[in-house]
């Protein structure tokens, strides 16, 4: 990795501010010279936090949180804690599996997906916005939004296409085999894939009133790309 210039600053200044996975991949692209949208979502997010951890002199992040206490509390999480609790992928970063005779590799959340996902969450806000969040403009953009997740998650051309010929039974084991490789391959900080949206989940982090909580705090790139 190189350290980031001004010039990578005013790039990243031309980027619409929702866009934070096509941020990252300019960044990480800029630093580590590589094509990070070939990377894994999950080792974009590790090389994100390494960075700013090691070029920040604060590296510290303030989460409040609804304690069971009965408190909100306002703690500052050590990133370098978080970082810690990294871990590699358990052997290849691929799995086979088998549907009912028909074969699939599955293979991480890359890049290209992450980014992919990013537009399809933005168009569905705003779908819900315009037409309301029970309209069928927006259903039928969660499920796409659904399908995608697992075609993305698939290696291989025309599943697109083949999706909506599959019978219900049949998605749903698909569905489900694929999920379950993806927890196989778990790797990288601690964090948890909702709809779009990351969260990192925080170390122990316990109260004056010795309430141990851990935290699922959203996990926004941009809060980890160093600023000028
Ligand atoms: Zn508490």
Redesign the pocket.
């Known amino acids: 990795m190189r350290e980031a210039t001004v010039g990578d600053y005013i790039s990243l200044s031309e980027i619409n501010e929702s866009m934070e996975e096509a941020a990252t991949t300019m960044f990480l692209n800029s630093v580590c010279g590589e094509n990070s949208l070939e990377w894994t979502a999950d080792d974009r997010r590790f090389a994100l936090l390494w960075y700013y951890v090691h070029t920040e002199r604060d590296h510290f992040y303030r989460i409040e949180y609804e ?5 909100t ?1 306002s703690v500052a999480i050590d990133l370098m804690d978080v970082l810690d609790a990294y871990r590699p992928i358990d052997g290849k970063a691929e799995r086979s599996i088998v549907v009912r005779g028909d074969k699939y590799v599955v293979v991480p959340f890359s890049g290209s997906s992450a980014e992919a996902l990013e537009l399809e969450r933005i168009g569905i806000q705003a779908l819900e916005s315009e037409h309301g969040a029970d309209s069928p403009e927006a259903g039928k953009a969660r499920l796409q939004m659904r399908l995608n997740e697992v075609i993305y998650r698939i290696q291989g051309e025309g599943l697109e296409e083949r999706i909506p010929t599959m019978s219900i039974g049949y998605a749903k084991e698909l569905i489900d085999s694929v999920e379950k490789a993806t927890d196989e391959m778990a790797h990288g900080l601690d964090t948890k894939y909702l709809a779009g949206e990351v969260f990192l989940l925080s170390p122990p982090l316990k ?3 010795e ?1 141990v ?1 851990r935290c699922r705090v959203r996990f926004r790139n941009y809060d980890f790309i160093p600023q000028l």
Do not use: E
């Open positions: 304690c069971s206490c009965g408190q509390h109260c004056d009133k309430v909580t």
